[in-house]
């Protein structure tokens, strides 16, 4: 392989990364903060962009349509949560639901299945074209600058007592029901926020890569697991601090991108194969504690750490 | 302060596994009274707690506490008058949060929770002193994960949550039988001081016999989904193990109250 290409598309790959790190923390809140794993976000992952990029078409300023692709996330989320708490239906069943629900809805939002968007007609906050540029409209920058805006917010509210309590509904709901917590209210609040990140990076993607697309979500709750994995495999021992924690997401996801930019640029695999690669990796890290509990359990080590 | 009139609770309706629990329960428990409720296995002791704190909802009768009729309140919003202590240690605290995070959660209940720190500074040095009551050195460790603490800790911690609003009613639900005798036995201290210093109203529903006639100014036993013994006063003051099995044999008109059954 050629290795000034490789460093050439390194700018390109991290950019990826950050964008998708947001998404990223979108899956924290819900897989590690809610204890939920949330199927919505493959759906979400283009409900936001497709809503930006026809926002921004019916000549809306960028921060609007932005705004409005957020707020989609959010009713996505909502829809999850109503099916989940209100209906009853199991959690990943839920996010099935909706995710399936909103193929047609991204369809009907698009009117096709592919829409693109002109970089060049059209006043966009970043764009692939840029990524070499050094100026404020590189895409590292941006999208830099709004992951730490992102990680700011978020590290505030979770320390708010309504995001507390939204901790404490992942931790132990029979707990904090019994202090006076509406667990059901706590879990569809946070399956909005989760999925407003989400579609907060859809609609960052869709601007990079130029257009949005009804599978551009595919998968995307693995690739979200893959980079929470990988950032806490890597850094959990060192991060301690929540802000940490979600920054060691978006830095899971940027090497996620980066190593799959190595792998394509190795001519070793092809980017189709990077489905399966990465549903393996994520199943292989899954499955460690569970062998770890299973079979390297030491008998009276928990004894001896916890003589009341 | 509390009372139960009248409930009815059905498991499982119409299959196999079909188990009634409660059997038309009443209950009044007047405000300061501290009960001690036993029962064999499947007496229905812990289906009535859970009936109170509003975990299901029961099939008939009606829960009222302090004057509200609370029959049709949702858990969370029950939660507002009681404090509850679980059997399961692991239960009654979140794992993944800081002891003072925990307790700034329990300090909130009953009020709304807004967009407020979670916690605040002055929080902190008050959760500091309390936890230095217990003497267990977790004024030391406000900042450890709940996780890392043991059995006992944990218990200790819930019961201190459960009543840091004082609430109308403390609910403790066999919460010394996970615990080793010595802690459990601590643990029972613990609760004896904090009731009576707060004089509040108390169900404890314990495996264990002795405790039960040695706390509370009231004995209350359950068996198949009713209450068949209430004593207190003076009668309760002179109890002994062998009268309440004589009681029990008496009542549930068979001799399966033996130790084995009773003291678990």
Partial sequence: MNPVALLNAMPGAISQGLIWGIMAIGVYITYKILD??????????CLGGAVFIMATMAGMPAAVALLLAF?????????????????????????ILTQLALYSVNLRVMGKSNQPINASNYDLMVSSRNVKNLALNNPLFVVGVTVILVIVILYWFFGTELGSSLRATGSNSAMARAQGINTNFTTVLGLMLSNGMVALSSALLAQYQGFADVSMGRG??????????????????????FALKLLSVVIGSIIYYVVYQLVIGSKLLSGDDMKLVTALIVALFLAVPYWKGKYFNKPGKKEVARNA | MLEVKGVWKTFNAGTVNEKTALRGVDLTLNDGDFVTVIGGNGAGKSTLLNAVAGVWPVDQGTITIDGTDVTKLSEHKRAKYIGRVFQDPMMGTAASMQIDENLALAARRGKGRGLRAGIAAAER?????????????????????VGLLSGGQRQALTLLMATLQKPKLLLLDEHTAALDPKTAAKVL???????????????????????AIAHGNRLVMMYDGR??????????????????????SQVSGSDEADDKLLLG
């Fill in chain 2, 189 to 211: 201290e613990t609760t004896e001081k904090i009731v009576s210093a707060d004089r509040l109203t108390t169900l404890m529903i314990t495996h264990n016999m002795r405790d």
């Fill in chain 2, 125 to 145: 040095r008050s959760y500091r002193e309390l936890l230095a009551t217990l003497d267990l050195g977790l004024e030391e460790r406000l900042t450890s994960k």
């Fill in chain 1, 71 to 95: 707020v989609s996330g959010l009713l996505a989320g909502l829809a999850t949560g109503v099916f989940h708490t209100v209906c009853g239906i199991p959690a990943i069943l839920s996010g």
């Fill in chain 2, 227 to 248: 209450v068949v013994i209430d004593v207190s006063g003076e009668e309760k003051r002179k109890l002994t193990v062998e009268e309440l099995l004589a009681k029990f």
């Fill in chain 1, 36 to 45: 939920v794993a949330d199927l919505t976000v493959d759906g979400t992952m």
């Fill in chain 1, 220 to 241: 995307a709750i693995v690739i979200g697991l893959a980079a929470v994995i990988i950032g806490e495999v890597l850094l959990g021992r060192v991060f301690r601090n």
